[in-house]
């Protein structure tokens, strides 16, 4: 068990709908990634924050937004959905305040959010 | 653009073999990271590797780190079924946030 903690495990929603994913960092770090595991384009980086802030974009759709906020909790919000965004949806955590060097850029990742848009 | 490329991606082994995964990178990177991944399931990390030179191992995995030669190496000795899995690589250019690569799907066969 990383300390992540991602809800819902399982979410199946029809195209045009709009879903929200939830992700719980470890206690204690401050950065949330959200990453899109597809089949076809592997793991994909969408988008990073920092205690609170925007630090780090990716490959994140227009149709996509994310939030953390001063709990440190973060959400991933996707809208208007199409078949393609069909996929694992993972949350990771890193850059705990306390703690060595060797892991502070190592990312835990939580058990992943499956959506299913049919 | 950084490029963080593994080599092979597929790979299917017999029990009691030994193979190596490569993992080379584009760009500067001061450590660098190797991830385990079960079907359906999430990403585990297996070892962080943090200087030139740098060796680690676990159980029948060995991981070692060139900074030089931007390559890292996943060794498997002697692949048991539990190996089965996808292994992943990362590296953290620039303090900046990590980067991983395809991904090795590995299967051990009996």
């Known amino acids: 068990d990383s300390g992540v903690t991602q809800t819902p495990k399982h979410l199946i929603t029809a195209t045009g709908q709009r879903v929200t994913l939830r992700c719980s960092p470890r206690s204690g770090d401050l950065s949330v990634y959200w990453y899109q595991q597809s089949l076809d384009q592997g793991l994909q980086f969408l988008i990073q924050?920092?205690?609170?802030?925007?630090?780090a974009k990716g490959n994140i759709l227009e149709r996509f937004s994310a939030q953390q906020f001063p709990d440190l909790h973060s959400e991933l919000n996707l809208s208007s959905l199409e078949l393609g965004d069909s996929a694992l949806y993972f949350c990771?955590?890193?850059?705990?305040?306390?703690?060595?060097?060797?892991?502070?850029?190592?990312?835990?990742f939580g058990p992943g959010t499956r959506l299913t848009v049919l | 653009e950084l490029k963080v490329e593994q080599n092979p991606l597929f790979l299917s082994m017999q029990e009691g073999k030994n193979y190596t995964i490569y993992c080379n990178y584009s760009?500067?990177?001061?450590?660098l990271y190797w991830y385990r991944q079960d079907p359906g399931k999430s990403l585990e990390s297996l070892f962080v590797?943090?200087?030139?030179?740098a060796v680690k191992q676990e159980g029948r995995l060995m991981a070692s780190l060139d900074t030089k030669a931007r390559l890292s190496t996943l060794h498997i000795t002697a692949a048991v079924h539990d190996l089965s899995a996808t292994y992943f690589c990362a590296v953290v250019p620039n303090n900046n946030d990590m980067r991983f690569g395809a991904g090795t799907r590995l299967t051990v066969k009996p």
């Open positions: 924050y920092y205690n609170g802030e925007e630090r």
């Open positions: 590797l943090l200087s030139n030179g």
């Open positions: 990771a955590s890193s850059h705990r305040t306390s703690g060595g060097f060797e892991h502070y850029n190592e990312q835990f």
């Open positions: 760009t500067t990177s001061d450590r």
